[in-house]
């Protein structure tokens, strides 16, 4: 169970001694019941320059995850077309960014500001929302602090989430960890997530891993959503 148990990105990283202090923490993992796809931040202005390195992109796209955003690119697809497959609810969130919104100018984050227009906030087009989906526009680096998700997500009998975006120690971080406090089980979609430096978004995997959240491969969670549409085609 261990091995499967940290058969994950973070196993160059991190020791046999920190291994081993986390085994309390060893479980089953899977996929929770009535799921929803919670899809953070995937917004133009994490691909902005390219699938370059990220350091090669600070000065003219200092918000930018670079290669790492692109890379996720093709599983967060393959997410993205299980969850609809399956039928389950898909929420996005974005930066709110109406005037009226910020009096006293609320940041998600302390990071010095970076010159933005509307288009870094649409989602990227190749997970361009569809009729019926949800969009959360949040102020704060969670998805649930100061929206109206909770709510939704109690009105559409979600009882677990399925996550991916960026940045993993940051705002995909703050929404896993509000997602569990508010009693969800949450799912991280390991490949879909990403960050600017790969030892911050290992560790930071890590950590959720064995405190708050079930990492899984992206492999794994299709599969659990395949299955759910073999269950809708057997009723």
Not at 46 to 75: M, N, R, T, W
Not at 198 to 204: G, Q, V
Request: hydrophobic share 40%; glycine share 6%.
């Amino acid at each position: 169970m261990a091995r499967d148990f940290e058969d994950h990105c973070w196993k160059d990283v991190v020791s046999p001694e920190a291994l081993a202090i986390y085994q309390a923490y060893e479980r089953e993992i899977f996929v929770g019941r009535n799921p929803a796809l919670l899809a953070i931040d995937l917004y133009n202005l994490a691909y902005d320059g390219g699938p370059k390195p990220v350091h090669e992109l600070q000065k003219d796209h200092p918000s930018s995850c670079g290669e790492f955003a692109h890379a996720a690119i093709a599983p967060t697809q393959r997410l993205f077309k299980a969850a609809r497959a399956a039928g389950i609810p898909i929420i996005y969130t974005t930066q709110e960014t109406r005037a009226e919104a910020f009096p006293t100018r609320v940041v998600a984050t302390r990071r010095v500001k970076t010159r933005t227009d509307e288009r870094s906030w649409q989602i990227k087009a190749e997970f361009a929302p569809e009729p019926g989906d949800l969009m959360i526009y949040k102020q704060r680096a969670s998805a649930f602090y100061g929206t109206p998700l909770v709510a939704h997500l109690q009105m559409m009998g979600v009882q677990s989430l399925i996550m991916c975006g960026e940045s993993t120690s940051g705002c995909v971080r703050a929404s896993a960890v509000d997602g569990y406090s508010n009693g969800f089980h949450v799912t991280l979609a390991e490949e879909c997530c990403y960050d600017r430096h790969l030892l911050s978004h290992k560790i930071n995997l890590f950590d959720m891993h064995h405190k708050y959240c079930d990492v899984m491969r992206t492999d794994e969670i299709v599969a659990h959503l395949n299955g759910l549409v073999g269950l809708k085609k057997a009723v």
